[in-house]
């Protein structure tokens, strides 16, 4: 059940932003000097071009941004190479980018201070070579790894390119794999669909040694054949949340829901109106965020802008604007925990 993650690598697809659109809503920063980690972005070349000084210019724009994250996104694979090394090369360009931020040339932000990166766990103990060459290339800063295992029997609802096997985290090769992430002390990072949450749930609970974190709430999809669906949707997502939730191992990254598939559809405003406000994006979130901070817990539970993914629907400034309105009622120390510490001790990065 091998993913073949060279397959279509650094495509060219059509990914744009409207910055001019963006620019029209500016927002005063709620809370300037609270720290911030943001434990989920992507650099990339897709005819929209997001990489290190794009990057800089948004963890710039008022937040008090201490570290970010970088997350696998098939990114600069290393053309003619072995197909299960050529994800290596993300990892490569991207530590060039955190050696550029911690030269301090760049500011205080220490942009991609953890990276994330692919290996395609379904080769089983094979992957041992894929991980080394990764941790060879970027040492410390490298983390974990990220297999997307998105699947719907709808196949007009897709988030990632290529195909995805049905059922791979209960893949026995796969667990193989996933079993090497203990050698490596590496973390694991899902990034799943709402419905799949049991099969992540099962995996957790067969590794407890393995820190697993579940990427975008765990994807209420609100699109296509689900688009009528939100009450029942949502759920079945409070409902296998709450079951994951119950795996001391396994995390949640609260974001994600600027994207399409979540059906919320900021993304597709009339662009003669102003983008949407942080009020408005906290009042259609705060139900999963509250319930995820319910099952979780706060040392549990880190904010992530997912850009530039989610800058399809706001840009940065009201992106965390949003997420701060919704711990408006947290005390300091959950708000730390929320915005830094829980992502700086989920990927063991070094104290601000």
């Known amino acids: 059940m091998a993913i073949n993650p060279a397959s279509a690598p650094n495509e060219r697809v059509h990914f744009d932003i409207d910055e001019a659109w963006l620019a029209k809503l500016r927002e005063p920063i709620i809370e300037p000097d609270l720290p911030i980690v943001d434990p989920h972005h992507h650099l990339w070349d897709r005819g929209y071009r997001y990489l290190f000084d794009e990057l800089l210019a948004d963890t710039g724009s008022g937040h008090n941004i201490r570290a970010t994250v970088f997350l696998q996104c098939r990114s600069m694979y290393r053309a003619g190479a072995d197909p299960a090394l050529a994800p290596v090369g993300e990892t490569e360009f991207v530590n060039g980018a955190a050696a550029m931020s911690a030269s301090g040339l760049y500011g205080n932000t220490r942009?991609?201070?953890?990276?994330?990166?692919?290996?395609?766990?379904?080769?089983?103990?094979?992957?041992?070579?894929?991980?080394?060459?990764?941790?060879?290339?970027?040492?410390?800063?490298?983390?974990?790894?990220?297999?997307?295992?998105?699947?719907?029997?709808?196949?007009?609802?897709?988030?990632?390119?290529?195909?995805?096997?049905?059922?791979?985290?209960?893949?026995?090769?796969?667990?193989?794999?996933?079993?090497?992430?203990?050698?490596?002390?590496?973390?694991?990072?899902?990034w799943l669909f709402h419905h799949q949450i049991p099969d992540l749930t099962d995996l957790a609970r067969a590794f407890p040694g393995i820190n697993v974190v579940l990427n975008h709430i765990g994807g209420p999809i609100g699109i296509n054949a689900y688009a009528n669906k939100r009450e029942e949707v949502m759920r079945l997502w409070r409902d296998n949340v709450a079951a994951l939730a119950t795996c001391p191992n396994v995390y949640v990254k609260?974001?994600?829901?600027?994207?399409?598939?979540?059906?919320?559809?900021?993304?597709?405003?009339?662009?003669?109106?102003?983008?949407?406000?942080?009020?408005?994006?906290?009042?259609?979130?705060?139900?999963?965020?509250?319930?995820?901070?319910?099952?979780?817990?706060?040392?549990?539970?880190?904010?992530?802008?997912?850009?530039?993914?989610?800058?399809?629907?706001?840009?940065?400034?009201?992106?965390?604007?949003?997420?701060?309105?919704?711990?408006?009622?947290?005390?300091?120390?959950?708000?730390?925990?929320?915005?830094?510490?829980?992502?700086?001790?989920?990927?063991?990065?070094?104290a601000a």
């Open 254 to 350: 609260l974001g994600g829901m600027g994207m399409n598939v979540m059906g919320f559809g900021f993304d597709d405003r009339d662009r003669h109106k102003l983008p949407v406000s942080s009020e408005t994006l906290a009042a259609a979130w705060r139900p999963y965020i509250e319930h995820c901070l319910a099952t979780f817990g706060v040392e549990r539970c880190m904010f992530e802008s997912n850009f530039p993914v989610d800058k399809r629907t706001c840009n940065y400034a009201v992106l965390w604007n949003a997420f701060k309105r919704l711990t408006k009622n947290c005390s300091e120390e959950e708000k730390t925990a929320l915005f830094s510490g829980t992502a700086r001790r989920f990927y063991r990065l070094p």
């Open 111 to 190: 942009l991609c201070a953890g990276i994330v990166g692919f290996a395609d766990l379904a080769l089983g103990t094979s992957v041992d070579r894929v991980l080394d060459a990764h941790l060879r290339v970027a040492g410390e800063r490298f983390k974990g790894v990220r297999n997307s295992s998105v699947w719907d029997g709808d196949p007009s609802v897709k988030t990632v390119p290529g195909e995805i096997p049905r059922g791979l985290l209960l893949d026995g090769k796969f667990r193989e794999g996933f079993a090497r992430l203990g050698r490596y002390g590496l973390t694991f990072d899902a």
